[in-house]
């Protein structure tokens, strides 16, 4: 096996998914310790993976590229003479940009017609040791039948920009013992109720921080409602959303990246679950992190959360109380 290579890894979005491939990246690095490992990812989230022991070259694709775009830039890539490139989106995009590559490919496999069954008919032929850190690590084939130990998910924070988040937190008046609560998400069926977040907010003693998109309109609603909490919604750089992740008490939160990006910080974690589920790529990775679901015949509906339910309530996620939230979260 040689070690001095050049290896190319693509997972262009999004934030989760890249927090997740960070398990692989660091098992391809210990594998090919002297490799030159270069991550093609998609502009808008390259910061994620700034300062990343584990990778020698970060490269960005502009999430508006072209099909032309494409494939100028699969040319550039040719040119690069890869020896080996693990394709971990199995994307239309990823698939142009290695076509007719004379590196060897290794891509990532969906468990496609798994997900169908179990969406339509509600058939589950998954395993039950499936997580999308094994379905990663199993395109890895020979390093994975190698290794066959799966590693955390990692990302790095440098001491300054955490002491500065610090210093601008205390500034703001925030204690230094906080929660963060993450409850938006791409799609609405993803999301905890604004009153039962009410409802656990008021029984919460410590200071409390939202974090999200300034398009996550539930931040504004439940601020414009409890006093207690400090809305940073569309206020923070990705990297200082890190930095607020990296110092919080505990993080409870939707489906989204953000969660994901929080175990990656080492931080244990309460993950909402309703329309999806581990077949999907949703819930937790560290043993001190907690899922709260309910087990229904109708979930996972869908691979994102994105489905309209059927009922006139969302069951999955309207049976879930405060309370059961609240006891996971430890000197709450």
């Given amino acids: 096996m040689k070690y001095d290579q050049k290896i190319l890894i693509i997972r262009f979005s999004s934030i989760g998914d890249i927090v997740l491939a960070t398990s692989p990246l660091k098992t391809i690095r210990t594998a090919y310790p002297e490799a030159q490992i270069t ?60 076509l007719n590559t004379s590196a060897e490919l290794f891509r990532v496999k969906k468990p496609r017609l798994s997900r169908f069954l179990l969406f339509r008919f509600h058939l589950d032929t998954f395993s039950k040791d499936f997580s999308t850190l094994k379905m990663y690590h199993e395109s890895l ?74 398009s996550d309109k539930i931040c504004f609603d439940i601020k414009k409602r409890s006093k207690k909490v400090h809305n940073f919604a569309g206020k923070t750089t990705l990297r200082e959303a890190l930095c607020i992740l990296s110092i919080a008490d505990y993080v409870l939160g939707s489906d989204t990246g953000l969660t994901h990006a ?22 937790v990775n560290l043993g001190t992190s907690t899922v709260v679901d309910k087990e229904l015949w109708c979930r996972p509906c869908s691979q994102n959360g994105k489905a309209k339910c059927y009922r006139k309530n969302q069951i999955c996620m309207d049976s879930i109380s405060p309370d059961e939230v609240l006891r996971t979260i430890p000197e709450a």
């Fill in 39 to 98: 991550f093609l990812t998609l502009d808008v989230f390259s910061s994620l993976l700034e300062f990343h022991p584990d990778i020698d070259a970060l490269m960005t694709l502009s999430k508006k590229a072209s099909l032309s775009e494409l494939y100028s830039f699969r040319s550039y890539l040719k040119n690069k003479n890869y020896s080996l490139i693990f394709d971990l989106h199995s994307s239309l995009r990823s698939k142009i940009l290695c």
């Fill in 141 to 214: 084939t020979l390093i994975w039948n190698t290794h066959k130990q799966i590693p955390k998910t990692h990302l790095r924070l440098v001491e300054n920009e955490i002491n500065s988040m610090k210093e601008k937190l205390k500034d703001t008046g925030i204690s230094s013992h906080f929660i963060v609560i993450i409850p938006g998400a791409a799609w609405k069926q993803k999301q905890w109720k604004l009153d039962k977040y009410i409802e656990l907010i008021d029984k919460v003693e410590k200071d409390i921080i939202l974090l999200g998109s300034d």
């Fill in 262 to 283: 929080a175990e990656s910080l080492g931080k244990p974690v309460t993950m909402i679950l309703g329309p999806t589920s581990r077949q999907t790529g949703a819930g």
